[in-house]
Structure formats: C-alpha cells, structure tokens
C-alpha cells in the first residue's frame, strides 16, 4: 500500500521572548544567541497552554488540509517529549477532535520523535492495517528548560505541528532510516532524579522528580553535523534518488549552523534548505511539522516536490524520511 502525506497544521503560542529579553534572565546577547544559532526569539506556552491544546490547534488545520472528518481518523501517534500527562497525551487530543474511532498513543524520541513517528505509521498504513493517520509533533520544553542555563535555556521554544497521513494508490513515502545510540545518551538529557524513601522497614521505593534539562552543546553539535548527513544519505539511497533530485531539505530546526553544515556535507544548495528556527528557536518534534507547514502555507513547498525531513537529538537518535508531498 502506498503513503501519502495529504494535509499540515501548525500551532505556537502567542507569547514570544526575543533574544534581548532572554539577556535580562542570563547573562547572554542578542549578537552572542544569533551568531552562534541564528535564533532571534521564541515562543512560549504560559501556564494556561497545555500540549494538548497546541496540538488539537494544529491537527484541525492538518485535517481541514485533508479534507478528512475527525471520525475518519484510525491511528493518532503523537509524538512529544513533554506530555501533559506521563501515561500519554494522545488520548486526550483524540477526545477533543471528536476522532471517535482512533486509537491514539504517545511516542517519544526527543527531537526525532516527528521522524520517527513519520515511520511508525506509514507502517500501520503499508501493512493495510490503517488507511488515516494523524501524526502530531508537539512539544512544550519550556517546561523543562533550566531558566538559569545559558548554554540552553537560549535553545527552545514551544510549538505544535501536525501531518495527516493517508493510504494511496501512488506511493509518495520513497524511503526512510533511523538510529539510536544510548552510549552517547549522557549528552543531552531530561532525566528522573530517584529520592530513596522507605515505606516499611526494608521496603524502600523511590520518589522523585524530572531535572531540567541538561546538555554538552559541542558534543551534540559534533554528533548532528557527522551522523545527519550520513543518515539522509542512506535514505536517498534506499529512495532510488540521487541528491540532485531533492527539492528541499527539511531539518529539525535546532541551529542555523547545523542546518548549513549539514547541507554543505550533502552539497545541497542553500536555497533548498527550509529555515524557520529565528522565530521559533528548537521546538523539538514539532520543529518538523511547523517548519514544513510554513513552507506549504508560503506556497514555497508545492504537492509533488521532493523533501529529505531528518530529525535528531537526546536518545540519541536520529532518523530521515524522503517523501514527495500530497497524494
Ligand atoms: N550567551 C553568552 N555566552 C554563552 C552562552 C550564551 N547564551 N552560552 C554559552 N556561552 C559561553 C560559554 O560559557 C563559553 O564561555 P567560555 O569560553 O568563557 O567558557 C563560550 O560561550 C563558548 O561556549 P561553547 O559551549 O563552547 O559554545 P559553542 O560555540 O559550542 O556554542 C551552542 C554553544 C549550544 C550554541 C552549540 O554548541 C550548539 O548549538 N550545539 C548543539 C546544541 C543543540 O542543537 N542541541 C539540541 C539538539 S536537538
């Protein structure tokens, strides 16, 4: 069976923080931040926005895109690092859409969750199991972000975007790789801190709490610019393209210098390469979607082009997808 990816939505909150704000919480510059990432503001959810709520923002523009009602809806995977709810946010989101026959389930691979989820559900739809599917990258690290950190907090914004994802004749999904390596996982983490406490003698359990973020920035550098280009080369490979034939290069938006390294490595042009990330900063799964969304709305993306979208971060993991949009 094959995949067409049919419909986008996106949804940031309306709250934006620009790097000369930032420079009153940490000791940083508006010409430090820009220099070293390109990012010039970010959005934040406050304490009223929830992960759920940008997502269901995001999904209904995805949907109208599609022309698909929510009750055609069969698989919705969201994929997050920050849920609302620890036990999954998807099910949530699948009550307020009215997406009455979907089975909803949250995935997590930090900032390659949208890739990753791209992938498990074209799965459902190749095997015939699911005709739509409605994946969700949405994210909210503002959360988890040390306010206090410098070398991070300047990184992420908040976002939400969403693809619809549907069984068609014409197979648009052209190939795909993804990677995980834990013996690097050290290098960017949002880990659970056990607090030992004993409930009866001899019976100690432990209660604790999820620490801000923490990361080395040149080792996640060093890993993006070796293992993105690799990745995406392999998935060009298994597409039967070569790298002329790509129409754009849609990376996680999480550096500007990321995003040319990797297309230099590639030999890819920088006018194919899709930016948003000065307005956004990283927004983790939803950087994908949002940036992709922005593009169509733009009419800068247009059904047929050929997009290379990787995606990479904690895990680590890393992960790229080649396919041609609409049906
Ligand atoms: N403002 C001003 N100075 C800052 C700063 C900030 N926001 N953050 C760090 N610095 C300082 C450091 O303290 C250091 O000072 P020192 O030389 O006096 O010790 C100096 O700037 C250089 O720090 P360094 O960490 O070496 O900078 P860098 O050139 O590696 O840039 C990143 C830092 C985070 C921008 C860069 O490493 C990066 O983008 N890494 C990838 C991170 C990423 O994308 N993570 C998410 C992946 S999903």
Redesign the pocket.
């Known amino acids: 069976m094959g995949i067409a990816l049919t419909g986008s939505g996106s949804c940031t909150p309306q709250v934006s923080l620009d790097n000369h704000g930032?420079?009153q919480i940490?000791?940083?510059?508006d010409e430090?931040?820009s220099s070293?990432?390109g990012i010039r503001q970010r959005r934040l959810a406050d304490a009223e926005t929830s992960v759920c709520a940008i997502a269901v923002a995001a999904s209904k523009q995805a949907l109208e895109m599609a022309q698909i009602a929510p009750t055609d809806i069969d698989l919705i995977i969201l994929a997050t690092s920050s849920a609302d709810d620890l036990f999954g946010t998807a099910s949530q989101i699948q009550v307020q859409l009215g997406a009455t026959k979907a089975v909803a389930f949250d995935l997590t691979a930090?900032?390659?969750g949208f890739v990753f989820g791209l992938v498990t559900a074209a799965q459902f739809i190749r095997t015939g199991a699911y005709q739509n599917v409605l994946l969700i990258g949405a994210d909210i690290l503002s959360r988890w972000v040390n306010w206090s950190d410098?070398?991070?907090?300047?990184?992420?914004g908040d976002g939400a975007g969403a693809v619809v994802m549907q069984a068609n004749d014409r197979d648009r999904l052209l190939g795909f790789e993804i990677r995980s390596d834990g013996t690097q996982n050290a290098c960017?983490n949002l880990a659970y801190r056990p607090q030992p406490k004993e409930l009866v003698p001899g019976v100690t359990i432990a209660q604790g709490a999820y620490q801000p973020i923490t990361?080395?920035?040149?080792?996640?550098?060093r890993f993006?610019v070796k293992k993105v280009p690799e990745v995406i080369e392999k998935a060009i490979f298994r597409s039967n393209i070569s790298v002329e034939e790509i129409d754009w290069l849609l990376l996680?938006q999480?550096?500007q210098?990321?995003l040319d390294a990797v297309a230099q490595r590639l030999k890819i042009p920088p006018e194919k390469v899709i930016s948003n990330l000065a307005n956004y900063g990283?927004t983790?799964a939803a950087s994908i979607p949002l940036a992709l969304d922005e593009a169509l709305r733009q009419g800068k993306i247009k059904p047929g082009d050929t997009i290379a979208a990787a995606?990479?971060?904690?895990g680590l993991t890393w992960g790229a997808t080649i396919f041609q949009w609409g049906r």
């Open positions: 930032l420079s940490v000791e940083t510059s430090w931040i070293r990432t930090a900032c390659s410098r070398g991070t907090c300047v990184l992420f960017l990361m080395n920035g040149q080792e996640v550098y993006a996680h999480a550096n210098r990321i990283n983790s995606g990479f971060g904690a």
